[in-house]
């Protein structure tokens, strides 16, 4: 079965840690985002990468980190400077013009 | 920045009744398109419609776009248990490609048995 798998599902961290939130895709798609959502509201955009070794910041880019060396893979590093850590991270990934499929999640807990 | 709106931020209605959640946005796009979320997971993609389209319709779901009053409604019919999730509109602004995909606070659909 093709799709994008986010681990792990709940990720608990002590602040001022570095977390590295991990998404991997098997659907040969080129492009691939990294969204955070927080209780009630909307998706907000924090990287993209439309290319293997390319990307892009999205609209709350501060405080995170990623990498794309691999088609498949795209993980998200939570830094230190990110004020407010705590919420529910989604990847997804597209090719062309189709729809976003996303992963379902990681919940990351930083206290 | 976050384009589309849906409202009601939260519905509730019994099973068997018709749903209606509706998204207003403020620039031109290309597409516009519904996603639904269950509690604590990902999101799926619905259902897209592009603007040159007025309707359209999938199973028990189906979609307006009016682009003269930039806003869009989806209706769920004949609703069930099932459907309970919360449900976004994204909508995809013209010339700005395909990454700047916004979505909006969602509605919270409650269907109770």
């Known amino acids: 079965d093709g799709g994008i798998t986010q681990s792990p599902k709940y990720l608990f961290r002590k602040e001022g840690q570095n977390v590295t939130l991990s998404c991997e895709q098997n659907?040969?798609?080129?492009?691939m985002y990294w969204y955070r959502q927080d209780p009630g509201q909307g998706l907000r955009l924090i990287y993209y990468?439309?290319?293997?070794?390319?990307?892009q910041k999205g609209d709350i880019a501060e405080g995170y980190s990623v990498s794309r060396e691999k088609k498949e893979s795209f993980p998200l590093t939570v830094t230190s400077a990110q004020k407010n850590p705590t919420a529910f991270y989604l990847c997804?990934?597209?090719?062309?013009?189709?729809?976003?499929?996303f992963g379902n999640g990681t919940r990351l807990t930083v206290t | 920045s976050q384009q589309g709106e849906e409202d009601p931020q939260a519905l509730s209605i019994q099973e068997g009744e018709n749903a209606t959640m509706n998204c207003s946005y403020k620039?031109?796009?290309?597409?516009l398109q519904w996603y639904r979320q269950n509690s604590g997971r990902g999101l799926v993609h619905l259902i897209l419609?592009?603007?040159?389209?007025r309707e359209k319709h999938s199973g028990r779901l189906r979609v307006t776009l009016d682009t003269s009053k930039k806003s869009s409604s989806l209706l769920i019919t004949a609703s069930r248990a099932a459907d309970t999730a919360s449900y976004f509109c994204?909508?995809?602004?013209?010339?700005?490609?395909?990454?700047?995909?916004?979505f909006g606070k969602g509605t919270m659909l409650l269907v109770s048995p």
């Open positions: 997804a990934s597209t090719t062309g013009n189709s729809p976003l499929h």
């Open positions: 659907l040969n798609h080129d492009a």
């Open positions: 990468s439309q290319i293997v070794n390319d990307f």
């Open positions: 620039t031109s796009i290309n597409n």
């Open positions: 419609i592009r603007s040159n389209e």
């Open positions: 994204a909508t995809d602004p013209k010339n700005s490609g395909y990454s700047t995909l916004t």
